[in-house]
């Protein structure tokens, strides 16, 4: 019975040395793991609710990333047409100023025909800069619909007006604005119809006036063979400074809305990186390891492991064997 004793009580304390030796070498190992990839949590089995933690904080930094890009898509947009209204605003000045001398009666019919060659080149100049491209495949000033360009040419389809107006513009787009589907709505385009065909009149109300038509009517008035300083002339004059002037007021404040969303944009852009930068902390204070706590818990498990090592050596060498004989 006490050599029967001696075996199982043997047997059991290599068992539990060899247990022992097994659950060391797995904590060793964990201890190498984390050290080597700088995180506490490098499977959801390792702490489960630190790993939803920082999954979360993934995604969080994830939908930040998306945002910075539709806020920066949107930057580009809004520089393009921020510069686009001042050549327009400037383009538009400019036919004013045509406009004014070419009601000047002491102008020679040669002068006459240089200006309205001058207001011809303005227009093309004007229709050039609605449909400027966005960069990316779009148009500025398409609305909702930037995929062509949203101003086109067209005959003009009644006969009673074709012969000052045989053409017209049309706005091809869709009115509105397109917006990137972000926490704080930014715009992805500008309203064409809205900013190239309405102006504001001395009330400030929006009215409908379409530059290009305008213009046109002008050349085609003034460049005929009328005398200076007749109606026919002064009433072309005074129609076209006054839907210009319409049409100044109305790109003037569709800059100032367009400066405006850039300066907007600078605090939405703070506000999301303020966000980022909070799931960030998240998602390491979820998963990331503190080196120095880690680097203790080596040393002291790997000291454990080569103590287990030397016991399981000793509990080797037991055997009833040894004492018979």
Excluded: C
């Excluded at 070419?102 to 001058?118: E, M, Q």
């Excluded at 017209?168 to 009115?175: P, W």
């Excluded at 709505?185 to 064409?192: K, Q, R, T």
């Excluded at 300066?263 to 204070?285: F, V």
């Amino acid at each position: 019975m006490e050599i029967a004793t001696m075996r199982i009580t043997t047997s059991l304390a290599y068992d539990q040395s060899v247990e022992n030796l097994q659950k060391r070498q797995q904590d060793l190992t964990t201890s190498q793991t984390q050290l080597t990839s700088g995180k506490r949590v490098n499977k959801a089995s390792d702490d489960p609710t630190a790993a939803a933690r920082a999954e979360r904080a993934l995604a969080a930094i994830g939908r930040s990333d998306a945002e910075q890009r539709a806020i920066d898509a949107s930057r580009n947009v809004m520089n393009i047409a921020e510069s686009a209204l001042g050549d327009g605003v400037e383009l538009l000045q400019s036919a004013r100023e045509t406009l004014v001398a070419l009601g000047n009666g002491g102008y020679s019919d040669s002068d006459r025909r240089a200006l309205t060659a001058k207001l011809s080149e303005i227009r093309k100049q004007l229709l050039s800069v609605a449909n400027r491209p966005d960069g990316g495949g779009g148009y500025v000033f398409g609305g909702q619909s930037a995929a062509n360009a949203p101003f086109i040419e067209v005959p003009n389809p009644d006969p009673a007006t074709a012969a000052t107006l045989p053409s017209t513009v049309k706005f091809t787009g869709q009115a509105g604005q397109t917006q990137a589907a972000t926490r704080e709505a930014v715009n992805l385009s500008v309203d064409g119809q809205r900013t190239w065909l309405q102006g504001r009149d001395s009330s400030g109300a929006l009215v409908d006036v379409n530059i290009f038509d305008t213009l046109t009517k002008a050349i085609n008035t003034l460049g005929a063979n009328v005398s200076p300083g007749t109606t026919t002339v002064k009433d072309a004059v005074t129609a076209g400074l006054g839907d210009l002037d319409k049409i100044l007021g109305n790109m003037q404040s569709a800059r100032a809305e367009v400066g405006e969303a850039l300066n907007r944009m600078d605090g939405i852009e703070s506000r999301n990186s303020a966000l980022k930068l909070a799931a960030k902390t998240e998602k390491s204070n979820a998963e990331d390891l503190d080196m120095t706590e880690a680097i203790s818990e080596f040393t002291n498990r790997h000291s454990g492991y080569q103590a287990a090592l030397q016991s399981y050596a000793s509990i080797q060498k037991l055997s009833l064997f040894q004492y018979i004989g």
